[in-house]
């Protein structure tokens, strides 16, 4: 880039590196899951993640997560595995692209990431999440930066 990176280029390549980081996480919360049993999960989540991260077990925040791992206990552990596991890959796969500036791959991340919006939006509907919206967002504000990266890399490269 002529003059240096501006602070676009730098919030560009931080929001990329964030969805590497989601994307590894994924992966990795994907391939753990395969071997924890629901009764597994739910002890972990009791025990470990209301006490230490969402306050009291009887705490509004940790009465949503418990919810949400008897809901995945109960019969939605397959899907649960796929999605993180195919997310994680697909999310993997266009940050490197991204960060390696393959110019071709910029609509595809920004199709890929508008559907991943549209998914968790209905998703987020469905299930009333609370953190969902969040993550829409944070995607919505990605796509911005692709967008703008993707014309700045074409006008660059004119």
Known sequence: MAGGPTLTDKLFRVAVWLKGLD?????LGGVLLIFFSPRELTRIAHGVVTRDLLGPPTGALAGHFE?????????????????????????????????????RWYPVAITALGLFVLFELVRGV????????????????????????YREIRRDSA
């Open 67 to 103: 919810e949400a791992v008897q809901h995945f206990a109960g019969g939605t552990r397959a899907f649960v595995i796929g999605y993180l596991l195919v997310h994680g890959l697909i999310k993997l796969v266009l940050v490197i692209a991204l960060l390696r500036e393959a110019v």
């Open 23 to 27: 994307a590894v996480t994924q992966l």
């Open 126 to 149: 469905q299930t009333h999440s609370l953190v969902l919206p969040a993550l829409t967002a944070l995607d919505i504000v990605i796509i911005v930066l692709v967008i703008k990266e």
